[in-house]
């Protein structure tokens, strides 16, 4: 079944301001750009999210929903309990397909953490999806059979959105699935070996 028509509506919208924020940055978005880019007649986006905030505030939630589900459906792929092997190549796989595939997303979000640092009510939403998507991405190692801890899930989730940051601002065609996985089995060596 599919979603509610202004569901629809409004990620096709929080999906032309992850483009904007991700092909021209902040400093392009307007609330009639977002309908250009949407395909939208003009005045639909400020008829969804008035204020340029609201706008910015569903696309972070927008990337998040898209992370989570890209988790959620790579996890699924995973037969039987994971060890740490079968973590590295899920992470390595994540960063790949966010560096290349989904790069323009990524680039959105860090547009919008960037601008975080000047808008007090935009790293409120930032943190409580951060919040969101740590309960998320436990739920999912829980449910692999991964005994990790919150501060473990909270260093994986840390030093991938780092090591992301350099991918996606790299030269694009320089990401490959090897460098990535092999990126993934430092992170996660790394923080398996910690009790935090």
Not at 2 to 25: H, S
Request: aromatic share 4%.
């Amino acid at each position: 079944m599919p979603p509610p028509r202004n569901v629809r509506r409004r990620n096709a919208l929080a999906d032309a301001v992850i483009e904007v924020l991700g092909t021209a940055g902040m400093h392009k978005l307007s609330h009639r750009v977002v309908d250009e880019q949407a395909g939208l007649p003009p005045g639909t986006a400020a008829n969804y999210f008035p204020r340029r905030d609201e706008l910015l505030a569903a696309a972070a939630s927008r990337v998040a929903e898209l992370h989570v589900a890209d988790m959620a459906a790579a996890d699924r792929q995973v037969a039987g309990p994971a060890g740490p092997d079968q973590l590295a190549e899920l992470i390595g796989a994540s960063l790949y397909d966010s560096a290349t595939r989904h790069r323009t997303r990524y680039l959105a979000i860090y547009e919008l953490t960037l601008e975080a640092t000047r808008q007090p009510a935009l790293a409120q939403t930032l943190a409580q999806i951060g919040t969101a998507t740590a309960a998320a991405t436990m739920a999912e190692h829980r449910a692999l059979g991964l005994p990790t801890s919150p501060g473990q899930v909270q260093a994986l989730m840390t030093l991938f959105g780092g090591t992301l940051l350099m991918l996606v601002t790299g030269p694009p065609g320089a990401v490959t699935r090897a460098s990535t996985l092999a990126l993934a089995r430092c992170l996660v060596s790394g923080v398996l070996r910690t009790t935090a």
